[in-house]
C-alpha cells in the first residue's frame, strides 16, 4: 500500500509540476495577476507530494519492505539504519529522486524569498523550474519508477554497493545534487531575463546570491567526493579525471565564470548577453553530468547505473531544456544588449574578463576530454581515452593566468585601475613569493612543484591579504568587509591553501609498497611503521582481517593505525585505509594481500604513504565553499528593491586616492 | 551570428550523444578489441596449482587446441560461470586451463574442492604479471588457443550454456576443421 501511494504522490507532483510550468508563464505574458499567483502553491503542493514519495521510499528502507524492487536491490536485513537511509540515494531512482526533492528544495526557498520581485518576473522563475521538473518528474515516473514492486518478495535483499557505505559517500551526493540543482535558480533567472525582455534589468542581483550559495554547495560536494576517494579508494589518490568527476567539475568552472560575470553585469552592466550564456551553460552542464552518469553513454567505475531507454529520455530532455534555452538566447538576447560602463584595459573587468575566458576554456577542454572516447568511437578512430596525462597538461596550463592575475583582482578598480598601485601589490606579492621559494629551495633540494606550490600560494595569499589590510585601514570601522568581499577574500585565500596541498603533496609525498612479517619495521622520513599483525573483527555486515600498524616517532609512539580489508555479505571486498591526519601531512596505510609461504608466518603487502599537506587540499576547498555561503549571505543582495544604493558605494582606492 | 553560434555546437553535441546511446546499445561498453586475436599467445611459464613445484608453459601445450579460462576464488562472477563451466565445459572436447589469477593458492583449493574442479590443469599466477601479456581485463575471462598457440576468440565475463553453444563451440568446431 504504502509503494503506490508513494508512486502516486510522484504523479500528482508531476501533475503539479506542468501546472507551475504553464500557468504562471501564460500569466506573466497575458499580465493575469491570477493566473501569476498559481506559482507559489503548486510549487509547495509538488513540494509536499515528492518529500512525500522521498519519505516513503526512505520509510520502506527503514522497515525492510523487500517487495520495492529497489529496497531489495540495495538494502539487507544487516545493513545498519544510517546506511538504510544514504540507500535511498545510493543507486540510479532514488537518487533521481533525491534531484527531485532538492530542486523542491530549491523551489520553495525561490517561492518564499521571490516576494519582493516583480510578481511577473518572480512566477517566470517559478514557472521554469516547475518545467525543470515536469521533465525529471516524467523521467522517474515513466523510466525510473523507485516504487516497482518485486513478487514474490525475497526473504532479504541484496547489499548496497560497499563502495557508497562510507560516511563521506552518504554526504557526497545530497551536497553535491544541492550545488547540481542549485544551478537551476541561476538559470531560470536567466530564462525569466530573457522571456521578459530588458524590463528586468536588476534580475542579476537577485540571482548572484542563489549562484553564490549552489557554487558553495557544489564545492563542498566534490570536495566530499575527492575526500571519500582519498580514504576510500586504497590509492591516496584524490583526483583521477573520471569521467563522473568530470561531470561535476565543468559545472563548477563554469560556475566560477559565472559568480564573476553576473559581479560585472550587476555592477557594471557590461556583459549581459555572456552572464545569460554562463547561466544556461552552469545549469546544461549539471543536466549534462546527471546525463553522463545516467544514460550509459561514457562507462566509469563511478557509473553506478545504466539503460539506453533512459539515456534516450535525458538526451531528449537534454535537447528540449539546452536546445530551447539557446534558441530563446539567439531570439532574444539582441534585447538585452544595454551599453554598460566602460572600462580601460587596466581594470577588474579586464581582469574577470581573463579569468573568465580561462574558467570558461578549462570547462571546455574538460568537457572534450571527457567526451574524447565517445569521439574516437563515432569517427573510427578505435577506442581511444585521454587520461589524467591531457588533463594534468592542459589544466594548470589553463590555470596559470588566473593564479598570476589573482591577487590582483579586489585590488582593481572598476572601470580603471590604478597602475602605481598594482606595481607595488606586484612588488610586495613577488617579493614574498621568491624569498619563500629561496627557503623552499634549501628546504626541499629542487623539487620544482613544490618550489612552485609555495611561491603561487604566497603570490595569491600577500595579494590578498594586502588588500584585507587595505580596507582594514581606509574603511571606517564595521564596514571593513562586507559579506560579499569577505566571501570573496575566504574563496581566493583558499585558492592558495589549496595550491599548497595539491602543489606539495605529491612531489614531497613518499609511497612505498612492501612486504612486511609482524614485527618487522619500514622507516619513511621520521616515522618508523611496525607491522604488529593481523586479526579478524566483524561489523554489522562485513568480516574484515584488521591489521595494527605502530607509528614511532623516535621511540615514542605517536598512534597506532588500524588497516583494514573488509568483505561485505555478498562477497565484495573493500579496503578501508587507516589515516592519522594532520596538518604538515597525512600518514596513510593500505592492508594489501596476505603473504603466505616465506620464511615468516602472517606477512602481508601494505602500501605505506606518507603524504605531506594533503589535507590543505580539501581546506582550501572547504575556504572556497565557505567563501560562496559568505557572499550568498550579504544583505545588500536581499534587499531587491533598494537598487541606487548599489551602484554608489565607493570602491575602496577612491577613498584613498 | 554571435549569439546563433552556441545553438550548432550544442547540436553537434546531441548527435555525439545520440551516437553514443545507438553505439552503447549494440555494444558491450566493456569489450575492449583485443589485439592479441589472431596473434600468438604470449609465452608463459606458470606453477601448477596442485603441484607449485612443477610448471607449466606454453611450449608443452602446443599441438592440440586448449581454453584458458581466467578464475579467481574471490570473483563473484566466476561463481555464476562455475556451474557452467561443469556441465558444458567438459563437453568441449579440448583441454580446459584453469587461469588461477591473483589468488591465494589455498583458497583456490578450497574454492575448487567445494565447487568442483572442471579443469584439466590449473596454474597459479599470484603476481599477475603474465596476465597483463594476455591483457586480462578482469576475472572470469577465457582465450581459446589453437594447436599452433594461436589466440582464436577470447571472451571477457562469465559464460552461460547459451553463449558456449552460440560462440565457443562454433569457434572450436571451425578450430577441428583447419586441422589436417
Known amino acids: 500500500m ?27 505574458w497575458r499580465g493575469s495577476p491570477s493566473l501569476m499567483a498559481v506559482a507559489r502553491p503548486a510549487a509547495a503542493g509538488q513540494a509536499v507530494f515528492v518529500a512525500a514519495a522521498f519519505f516513503i521510499l526512505t520509510y520502506g528502507f527503514l522497515t525492510f519492505d523487500f517487495s520495492i524492487t529497489y529496497v531489495a536491490d540495495n538494502s539487507n536485513l544487516a545493513l545498519p539504519w544510517y546506511y538504510r537511509v544514504a540507500a535511498v540515494w545510493g543507486a540510479h531512482e532514488g537518487s ?31 514557472g521554469v523550474l516547475g518545467l525543470v521538473a515536469v521533465g525529471f518528474l516524467a523521467f522517474i515516473v515513466f523510466t525510473s519508477n523507485p516504487f516497482a514492486r518485486l513478487l514474490p518478495m ?28 542549485g544551478f537551476s535558480v541561476a538559470f531560470a533567472f536567466s530564462i525569466a531575463a530573457l522571456l521578459g525582455g530588458e524590463l528586468e534589468q536588476a534580475w542579476v542581483r537577485w540571482a548572484r546570491p542563489w549562484t553564490n550559495a549552489a557554487w558553495g554547495f557544489l564545492t563542498g560536494g566534490i570536495v566530499a567526493g575527492s575526500w571519500w576517494a582519498y580514504a576510500e579508494l586504497g ?61 550509459g553513454v561514457l562507462t566509469s567505475v563511478h557509473a553506478f547505473a545504466s539503460d539506453p531507454r533512459r539515456g534516450v529520455f535525458i538526451l531528449i530532455f537534454l535537447g528540449i531544456v539546452v536546445g530551447g534555452s539557446l534558441l530563446l538566447y539567439a531570439v532574444r538576447s539582441p534585447k538585452m544588449i544595454g551599453q554598460g560602463k566602460p572600462f580601460a584595459v587596466v581594470s577588474r573587468e579586464t581582469a574577470i574578463l581573463v579569468a573568465n575566458l580561462m574558467f570558461a576554456s578549462a570547462a571546455g577542454m574538460v568537457l572534450l576530454g571527457t567526451l574524447f572516447p565517445l569521439l574516437s568511437d563515432a569517427l573510427q578512430l578505435g577506442k581511444v581515452s585521454v587520461g589524467a596525462p591531457y588533463f594534468g597538461f592542459l589544466f594548470p596550463l589553463l590555470m596559470l593566468p588566473v593564479v598570476l592575475l589573482l591577487p590582483f583582482g579586489p585590488h582593481l578598480h572598476w572601470g580603471r585601475g590604478d597602475k602605481g598601485a598594482l606595481a607595488r601589490v606586484a612588488g610586495r606579492a613577488a617579493i614574498g613569493a621568491v624569498s619563500c621559494a629561496l627557503v623552499m629551495w634549501v628546504l626541499v633540494d629542487g623539487q620544482l612543484k613544490a618550489i612552485a606550490g609555495v611561491a603561487a600560494a604566497v603570490w595569491i595569499g600577500t595579494g590578498t591579504v594586502l588588500f584585507a589590510l587595505k580596507r582594514c585601514r581606509a574603511v571606517p570601522r564595521g564596514s571593513h568587509y562586507p559579506a560579499e568581499m569577505a566571501g570573496m577574500l575566504l574563496a581566493h585565500l583558499g585558492v592558495g591553501v589549496f595550491l599548497i596541498g595539491v602543489l606539495l603533496s605529491e612531489p614531497l609525498g613518499i609511497t612505498r609498497d612492501v612486504r612486511m612479517a609482524p614485527g618487522e619495521t619500514q622507516t619513511i622520513g621520521s616515522y618508523t611503521f611496525r607491522f604488529d599483525g593481523v586479526h579478524g573483527v566483524d561489523g554489522p555486515n562485513w568480516h574484515a582481517e584488521q591489521g595494527a600498524v605502530t607509528i614511532l616517532e623516535g621511540s615514542d609512539v605517536v598512534t597506532v593505525m588500524h588497516p583494514q580489508k573488509r568483505v561485505y555479505a555478498r562477497g565484495q571486498v573493500q579496503t578501508e585505509s ?25 606477512a602481508w603487502t601494505l602500501r605505506l604513504y606518507q603524504k605531506p599537506f594533503i589535507r590543505w587540499i580539501w581546506f582550501g576547498g572547504l575556504f572556497m565553499m565557505l567563501g560562496g555561503f559568505v557572499a550568498a549571505a550579504d544583505r545588500r543582495l536581499r534587499h531587491p528593491r533598494t537598487v541606487a544604493a548599489v551602484v554608489t558605494t565607493p570602491a575602496v582606492g577612491e577613498s584613498l586616492a | 551570428m554571435m549569439r546563433t553560434l552556441p545553438l550548432p555546437g550544442f547540436a553537434l553535441l ?68 562455475h556451474p557452467v563451466l561443469m556441465t558444458a565445459g567438459r563437453k568441449l572436447g579440448i583441454p580446459l586451463i584453469g587461469y ?73 568446431a571451425a578450430l577441428r576443421r583447419e586441422a589436417p
Open chain 1, 235 to 295: 590509492w591516496g589518490g584524490w583526483w583521477f579525471w573520471d569521467p563522473v568527476e568530470n561531470a561535476s567539475f565543468m559545472p563548477w568552472l563554469i560556475g566560477v565564470a559565472l559568480i564573476h560575470a553576473q559581479a560585472i553585469t550587476e555592477k557594471r552592466g557590461s556583459f549581459r548577453a555572456w552572464t545569460i550564456l554562463l547561466s544556461i551553460f552552469a545549469f546544461s552542464l549539471s543536466l549534462l553530468g546527471t546525463f553522463l552518469v545516467r544514460s
Open chain 2, 100 to 172: 588461477n589469477y591473483k589468488d591465494d593458492p589455498s583458497e583456490a583449493k578450497a574454492w575448487l574442492a567445494r565447487h568442483g574442479n572442471p579443469y584439466d590443469q590449473v596454474i597459479t599466477d599470484r603476481s599477475g604479471r603474465t596476465a597483463i601479456d594476455f591483457g586480462v581485463y578482469g576475472a572470469p575471462e577465457s582465450f581459446l588457443v589453437d594447436a599452433g598457440g594461436v589466440i582464436r576468440y577470447k571472451h571477457i565475463g562469465p559464460f552461460t550454456a547459451e553463449l558456449i553453444a552460440t560462440e565457443l563451440a562454433p569457434a572450436i
Open chain 1, 96 to 126: 533521481l529522486l533525491l534531484w527531485i526533492l532538492i530542486l523542491n528544495l530549491w523551489t520553495v526557498a525561490l517561492a518564499i524569498f521571490s516576494r519582493q520581485l516583480p510578481p511577473a518576473f518572480a512566477a517566470r522563475v517559478l
Open chain 1, 154 to 181: 525475497p526473504g532479504n535483499g541484496a547489499d548496497l554497493n560497499p563502495v557508497l557505505q562510507d560516511p563521506g559517500m552518504t554526504l557526497h551526493p545530497p551536497v553535491l545534487y544541492m550545488g547540481y540543482v
Open chain 1, 2 to 28: 504504502m509503494p503506490e501511494l508513494g508512486q502516486f504522490s510522484l504523479i500528482l507532483a508531476l501533475l503539479l509540476a506542468a501546472v507551475q510550468g504553464v500557468v504562471p508563464i501564460v500569466g506573466a
Open chain 1, 578 to 602: 587507516a589515516i592519522n591526519a594532520g596538518w604538515r601531512g597525512d600518514l596513510y596505510v593500505a592492508l594489501g594481500e596476505p603473504m603466505p609461504g616465506g620464511d615468516v608466518a602472517g
Open chain 2, 14 to 81: 546531441t548527435a555525439l550523444f545520440g551516437f553514443g546511446i545507438r553505439w552503447n546499445s549494440h555494444h558491450d561498453p566493456h569489450e575492449v578489441p583485443s589485439p592479441l586475436i589472431d596473434k600468438p599467445a604470449p609465452a608463459f611459464v606458470l606453477p601448477r596449482l596442485d603441484h607449485p613445484g612443477q610448471s607449466l608453459d606454453k611450449t608443452s601445450m602446443l599441438g592440440r587446441p586448449y581454453l584458458v579460462n581466467v578464475f579467481a576464488s574471490w570473483c563473484i562472477a566466476c561463481g555464476e560461470e
